[in-house]
């Protein structure tokens, strides 16, 4: 099946250090990537969808300026933590979907994020 | 009031056991449903999808009624390896975000 590649797996932090974190999807073409996060014990929420080419959209609550996603090819999309801050210590992970009417979800590994 | 919702558990039963787990959605225009396994500090993986028909795969079978907005994940013969958190998720829409319950923690002892 398809591959999303994402890197880092875990990073640790600074408060006030960025952090970018980069999803590939390696044999298909990602035109839409779905950024979650997850804290402990909570369920994937979505952050933001990004689409090749476009700004992306983000969820209500979710700063876009803190957030800042980039979608530039149909194969790489980054979120990048800006100022991260110990709060947004959590599981942040990509998903794309495979397109189609049986439509399936290529999931990251995800990256986890400490911030100290 | 969460759009998934499942019983967290956790659920501690022995090896070959057979359990359970129920889950609620809320928006009745959900038209896609899953159960994802999720080990820990992994992202989720697709178990299986869920119809109204019912379906069955091995020792798994997946249950939705969509009058009740109720998906239902039962297994059969657990296994120590079936250890790992259940993800109740629906899709809107083909192509859309996917969304999750908060999950069902599944713990099989020897």
């Known amino acids: 099946g398809a591959v999303v590649s994402q890197h880092p797996s875990r990073v640790i932090c600074k408060s006030g250090t960025s952090v970018k974190i980069e999803c590939r999807s390696l044999?298909?073409?990602?035109?839409?990537m779905f950024w979650y996060r997850q804290f402990p014990k909570q369920s994937l929420m979505l952050m933001a969808t990004?689409?090749?080419?476009?700004?992306?959209?983000?969820e209500q609550g979710v700063e876009k300026d803190k957030f800042l996603i980039n979608h530039a090819s149909l194969t790489l999309s980054t979120l990048t933590v800006t100022s991260a801050h110990p709060e947004d210590s959590s599981f942040y992970i990509c998903?794309?979907?495979?397109?189609?009417?049986?439509?399936?979800?290529?999931f990251g590994p995800g990256t986890r994020l400490l911030v100290l | 009031r969460k759009e998934v919702e499942q019983d967290p558990g956790p659920f501690n039963v022995p090896e070959g056991a057979t359990v359970a787990f129920n889950c609620t959605y809320s928006?009745?225009?959900?038209?896609?449903f899953f159960w994802y396994r999720q080990d820990c500090r992994k992202e989720p993986k697709l178990l299986m999808s869920?119809?109204?028909s019912g379906n069955e795969d091995g020792r798994f079978t997946a249950q939705l009624n969509r009058a009740s907005q109720y998906i239902s994940l039962l297994i059969r013969d657990s296994k120590l390896s079936d250890s790992a958190t259940y993800l109740c998720?629906?899709?809107?829409?083909?192509?859309?975000?996917?969304?999750f319950g908060k999950g069902t923690t599944l713990s099989v002892s020897s």
């Open positions: 998903s794309s979907p495979s397109g189609g009417t049986q439509e399936t979800q290529y």
């Open positions: 928006n009745s225009a959900s038209q896609s």
């Open positions: 990004s689409n090749e080419g476009s700004k992306a959209t983000y």
């Open positions: 869920v119809y109204s």
């Open positions: 998720v629906v899709n809107h829409q083909a192509g859309t975000a996917l969304i």
């Open positions: 044999d298909f073409q990602a035109t839409t």
